[in-house]
Each structure stands twice: as C-alpha cells, then as structure tokens.
C-alpha cells in the first residue's frame, strides 16, 4: 500500500537581514554583522568514481557513484570593513584611540606565520513573510565549524568597497553540515 499524498511546509524567505559569527569560546562575543547583503553557499563534496563489471561489452552489475558532503564554502559579501569579522576570519590585530573603541588600524598576521582567525559559528537570518506582507519570523541557518581564509580589499573610483569574505566551513564526525530553524526574533545588540 503506498503513503499518503502530503504537501510539506512552503516558506517564503527573502534578504540577508542579519548574520552573526560567533568563536567557540567561553566567552567570545556574537559578532553583528547588519550590513551583509549576499550569501552564496557551495556545497563541497568528494565523490568516489562508479564501479562497473562489463563482460564482453555488457553490462552485468554496478556500483553507483558516492558523494560524500565534507561541507560548505561560504562566500559572504559585506558592504563596509568590520575589523572584528577580519580578525575573526584571518587573525591579526585592531589597534583602538585612546577611548578603546574608536579603530586606528588594522595589522594582518606577519606574512608566512601560522596565526589563523578563530573557528566560528556562522548564522545567517533571512525574513519569512506571509500574503499579506506581514513579517511572521525568521529563517536561521547556522554553519559549523567556520575558518576564513585570507582577506583582499579592493577598490574603485566612484563605487563603495564590498568585501567578499571566503569562509570554510566543515562538520565534526556525527556533525551536521548546517541547520535550519524557524526563529521569531533576531539577536539583540548589547552594549
């Protein structure tokens, strides 16, 4: 007897509203990062080849291919620097005025040294709406295991700068390569 004819949930989702990254540590901070407008994820895979048994040109038995999800490549576009999310991504050092808050400089990791960013969570809300143009909450997607790889900064006459942040992300054994959930509120900015 065959299952019954179901339809599953259909939900409209739209904008980069909010991404936030977060370091596994204790007590690292949840970076805001409002000023996102693009996230493009790439599904990376390793594929073991088919095996096929052909005797005298026929084809007797096979092995499908497998394709083995390793994770994610993120490529993150933000349209202002953020000198939290590049030491996040790369390492390196912000140095602050005298008030420890206003930023004076930023200081890449010296060339050839091993210093990496830190390993990240990354979640990325986009807003669900309804027919009637109600907003009635937000999709969260949250990537695991995030490593930014090193950062360019471009520029052009006439044109603000948008960054393009390249981000791996990779799940531990038993690990999911990303979750999605249905959450009625952003994170709030604390001072």
Do not use: H, W
Request: glycine share 8%; aromatic share 8%.
């Amino acid at each position: 007897m065959a299952g019954k004819v179901v339809k599953g949930n259909e939900i409209a989702t739209i904008d980069v509203v909010l991404v936030t990254v977060q370091g596994y540590g204790e007590n690292d901070d949840e970076i805001i990062l409002d000023t996102a407008n693009k996230i493009d994820v790439t599904v990376a895979t390793e594929t073991q080849d088919k095996i096929a048994l052909i005797v005298k040109g026929r084809l007797i038995a096979q092995k499908p291919p497998v394709t083995t999800v390793t994770g994610n490549t993120i490529v993150l576009t933000d349209n202002v620097f953020n000198d939290k999310l590049v030491v996040m991504l790369q390492g390196g050092e912000v140095q602050y005025d005298v008030d420890g808050t206003t930023f004076k400089k930023y200081l890449p990791p010296v060339a050839g040294s091993t210093e990496k960013g830190k390993v990240f969570k990354l979640n990325a809300y986009s807003a669900i709406y309804n027919a009637a143009g109600i907003l009635t909450g937000y999709e969260k997607i949250s990537y695991p295991n995030c490593q930014g790889v090193p950062v360019a900064f471009n520029s052009e006459d006439g044109v603000f700068r948008t960054s393009e942040y390249t981000i791996n992300s990779a799940p531990a054994q038993g690990e999911r390569p990303y979750e999605i959930e249905i959450v009625q509120d952003l994170p709030v900015l604390t001072s």
